[in-house]
Structures are given as structure tokens and as C-alpha cells.
């Protein structure tokens, strides 16, 4: 089982380990995770249903960072070649779950997610490597 220790002692620089970590908090907290990788490595990290698909009652997107030795998480910017908007701002939410919408096999969380927009929460959750804490951070609307 993958814990905040073995990232502090072994790292984590491709944000698997933080992403499982954050698997865990949010399951034992009565979540279910659902797929919401669109191709490799894009769209969110984690999506996470309180309740069913068809009837939700809380939503998380989450984003597994790490917290920089300035203390600082980054998230990517907006993207103007691209025009893919700020991570995790609500154009770029908005605009994965439109992506989501069109690719198969996440079709049904895409419509779930456009559709209670409202009960969505945005956060992120890295692990701090000087103190050993868990930091998940709740985003506002930006």
C-alpha cells in the first residue's frame, strides 16, 4: 500500500504514487473513482462519485502534485498556442468534460459531470516531503 513515507523516501516525479494516495483518502471518505484519463496522460487525475453515476451526490476532480522545496504546487498554465485554458480553472474543467463527452468509454461520466456541474469540488493533493503531511487543498471558481 502506498503511503506518504514511501514518497518522501523514494519520491514521486511522475505523480503516480500521489495519485494513489489521494485514491485512498477519498475512498475511505465513500468516494468511487472513476477512469477520466482522456488518451496517455491527459484530463484529470482523478474523478471521484459520492453515491452512483446516474444519481450523485458529491463530485471531487482532483490533480496529484507535488509540492515544491519553495513550498509551492504548481498547477500548468493556460496554453496559448494550444488554447487549452489554466489547470483546474473552470474553462479547463468545462473543457475536459466536453473532451470526455466525445471519447468512448468516458462518454457516461462526461454527460454525468456536465450535467451536475454544480456538485462538483475542486481540489488538489500532494504530500509534503519536509513535514510528512497529506495537503489536499480545496480550489475555488478561477
Known amino acids: 500500500m502506498i503511503s506518504n513515507s514511501d514518497i518522501i523516501a523514494n519520491s514521486d516525479a511522475l505523480g503516480t504514487k500521489t495519485e494513489q494516495l489521494a485514491d485512498i483518502l477519498f475512498q475511505k471518505e465513500g468516494y468511487v473513482k472513476y477512469e477520466s484519463k482522456i488518451g496517455s496522460n491527459n484530463g484529470f487525475d482523478g474523478v471521484y462519485i459520492k453515491r452512483s453515476l446516474s444519481s450523485p451526490t458529491d463530485i471531487i476532480i ?77 480550489l475555488n471558481s478561477y
Open 62 to 138: 482532483n490533480e496529484a502534485k507535488q509540492i515544491k522545496s519553495t513550498g509551492n504546487i504548481k498547477l500548468n498554465p493556460g496554453n496559448i498556442s494550444t488554447t487549452l485554458p489554466a489547470q483546474m480553472s473552470d474553462a479547463w474543467i468545462t473543457n475536459m468534460i466536453i473532451k470526455m463527452t466525445d471519447t468512448p468509454g468516458l462518454t457516461s461520466l462526461g454527460n454525468t459531470l456536465q450535467q451536475n456541474v454544480s456538485k462538483i469540488t475542486k481540489t488538489v493533493t500532494a504530500v509534503d516531503k519536509t513535514t510528512g503531511e497529506i495537503v489536499v487543498l480545496k
